[in-house]
Nanobody
């Protein structure tokens, strides 16, 4: 059974940094495509960064240059490093996975989802 569990969400001031983690189990994460999404209140879920099984990456324009994605080669844990955070980054952040060999920021492309972790950026 595929399971994704996010952690690391917190409240930070603008300009600060956070690192989110997504622990994976039930499959070989290195063979899956994965991504981080976020959803703010009253808004649709949007893709933030995607990582495919061969190391390809795709960034949303709003986070390029500030956020990076990485994956532990041993445990498969997915990370989202967020720097220079802005109030508009406030959202629930989710990790997602799919067996399909794709690079996508579309929520409909992913089969498996975590429960989310809250990030709040406020002074």
């Amino acid at each position: 059974q595929v399971q994704l569990v996010e952690s690391g969400g917190d409240s930070v001031q603008p300009g600060g940094s956070l690192r989110l983690s997504c622990a994976v189990s039930g499959y070989s994460a290195r063979t899956y495509s994965m991504a981080w999404f976020r959803q703010a209140p009253g808004k649709e879920r949007e893709g933030v960064i995607a990582l495919d099984s061969v190391g390809g990456k795709q960034y949303a324009a709003a986070v390029k240059g500030r956020f990076t994605i990485s994956q532990d080669g041993t445990t498969g844990t997915l990370y989202l490093q967020m720097n220079r955070l802005k109030p508009e980054d406030t959202a629930m952040y989710y990790c997602a996975a799919t067996k399909r060999g794709i690079l996508s920021l579309r929520a409909s492309s992913f089969n498996y989802w975590g429960q989310g972790t809250q990030v709040t950026v406020s002074s």
